[in-house]
Every structure is written in C-alpha cells, then in structure tokens.
C-alpha cells in the first residue's frame, strides 16, 4: 500500500510518500517535500493568517496533490498544528486548503503534536530516555519520555515565526531586541523546567532550527537525512554560529553552507531557543533527529 502524511506547520509544509509491506519496519519512504510557507506570517500583529500567507499555502497544496496523484497514493492522512488552533481565521482557510488537497485536514492538539512527534523522532535512534523538544513557527514542545513513551509534555509559545515578528525589526538585529528576545525565551523556559524537573536527561532536538544547524555545522551543500538524523551537536559550536548569523544581514546569511532560503531571519530566534534548552539542564551537546511528526502520523495511522 502507498500511504502519506502532510504535516501543515506554522513555518513549512511537509509531505512524507511511503510504500507499506504489512508490518511497521517495511515502511519505506518514497518522495519527501518540503516547503517553507510561513502560515504564522503577521499572526502576532493580527490574530490571523495574511493573505499572502494563505496564497503561499495553497501553492505549496496544490503541488502536494499533483505529487500525490503522480505517484498513485492510495491513502493520505493530513494534520495542522499550532497555527491552526490560534488564527481567528483558520476555519475557511482549511475548508480551501481541503478542497485543495483533496483529503480532510485534521486540526490536532499540542498533547497530539508531541506524542506523534515523538513516536516519528526517535525512529532509528538509540535512545530509551530523555527530553525531546520540537521548535516549530508557533509554539515549541517539551517531552520528557521513557521508553519511548511520553511522561510529560510541556508546549511553549516560543515559536520562531512569532518571535520574530514580535522581537526582530532591524537587520541584523540590534542588541537591545537580542536582549529581550533572550528575556522572553528564558522567562518561558523557567516555567519548562517547573514542570520537566531539573534531571539533565540526555537531549533531542528536532524540526527545521536543528536540522539546519546539523547540516550548517557539517557544510553540506545538499541536505542528507543519514548524516544529519543522530549527529551530535555541541553547545560552543552553536553559539558561534549565533554569532556569525548575528553579524550578517538577512540577505547574506543565504551565503552560509547549509542554511535553507526561508529560514535565514528564523534562524536566530531558533538558535536562541536551542542555547535556551541546552542551559536550562546544563548540556554541552545534544542529538539531532531529522524525523517528527510526518512519520508519527503515518506510524500511528498503520497503528504501528
């Protein structure tokens, strides 16, 4: 059986083609696609999804069906996250988006967020014990989870796109606005700490902030799921890279090795949150996971 998932997020819109053998380790991915959409555009300011916003997302759809019908999918499954539970206009927006896609569109909660994001982000990594945490454009998730099964979940509003929009005017970004970007994120990361606990369980970081600062740190001119999914990140490198994205105007952070068009204003409220987590429980390193939601749907789906 070939079966998708679409993962509509608050920056990037994914879509996951697998052929599926009857059992969970025959699934095998086909076509990956990724595009960065930024649904959480002028949300802050707003309390809704901008109308550009809107015409970037269903591009982005459109090119899904045509995907989706060139390969002969039998079956897709399609959820929406954190923007979607928040902008007073998201209901007619997804009454398009389905008629577009052409399959229903399911709205599910953080709780759901993170328990499928957790099922898909720990696929292939050997770990049985730790703290999970998945940035996205509206809302960053905590899960401290054993044996693969979630214990705790904390959602945050640290979204990149919303931080962004709220704290980031200048380009570069002054220091005053750095500050109090760093204010916000510590004062929200002091409540994650009251729920998870202080225990430094080992840490995974996973989505678009992560993955794009695996392959900066590696200088990969072109993405590879194998070397970024388990890479090992340290702190210090991290926090030179901030410095360097810091020094850089917008334009010319497209000019660093590995750094995806789309994500070169993100990228420095992302870094911010990463150093946030890693200080919080007092990590030098953290593991890198280029899975997450997409493939928890689909595993959850075939009820694997």
């Known amino acids: 059986m070939r079966i998708a998932s679409v993962d509509l997020g608050t920056n990037t819109f994914r879509l996951l083609v ?4 009857g059992k969970c380790q025959g699934i095998h991915p086909l076509h990956e696609e990724r595009r960065v959409v930024r649904m959480g555009e002028g949300l802050a300011q707003q309390g809704g999804m901008v109308p550009q916003a809107q015409e970037r ?8 069906r045509d995907t989706l019908e060139t390969l002969g999918v039998g079956r897709v499954v399609a959820v929406a996250t954190s923007v979607f539970r928040e902008a007073s206009n ?27 994001t957790l099922k898909g982000a720990l696929l292939g990594l050997d770990l049985f014990k730790g703290v999970l945490f998945d940035i996205g454009g509206g809302s960053t998730e905590y899960i401290r989870f054993q044996d693969h099964v979630p214990l705790e979940v904390v959602s945050t509003p640290l979204g990149v796109v919303k931080l962004t929009d709220s704290f980031l005017f ?8 750095l500050r109090v970007l760093w204010v916000q994120v510590k004062r929200e990361m002091e409540g994650v700490k009251e729920h998870l606990g202080g225990d430094p369980w080992p840490l995974v970081g996973t989505a678009g902030t992560v993955t794009t600062l695996a392959a900066i740190d590696m200088g990969l001119s072109i993405y590879q799921h194998e070397k970024v999914h ?4 340290g702190k210090v490198r991290i926090e030179e890279m901030l410095s360097t994205f810091l020094s850089l105007t917008r334009d010319e952070r497209l000019g660093v090795l590995g750094l995806e068009e789309g994500r070169e204003d993100l990228i420095i409220p ?16 953290l593991k890198v996971s280029d899975l997450g939601l997409r493939e928890g749907v689909l595993l959850d789906a075939l009820g694997c």
């Open 90 to 116: 998201a209901y007619p927006f997804l009454l398009k988006a389905q008629e577009v896609l052409g399959v229903p569109i399911k709205v599910i909660s953080g709780g759901d967020e993170a328990r499928l």
């Open 230 to 233: 388990g890479y090992v990140l």
């Open 57 to 64: 997302a269903l591009g982005a759809l459109k090119a899904f």
């Open 170 to 177: 200048n380009d570069p970004p002054t220091q005053e606005e």
């Open 270 to 285: 992302g870094t911010v949150i990463v150093l946030a987590t890693m200080e919080l429980w007092g990590h030098e390193v």
């Open 18 to 21: 697998v052929d599926y053998e």
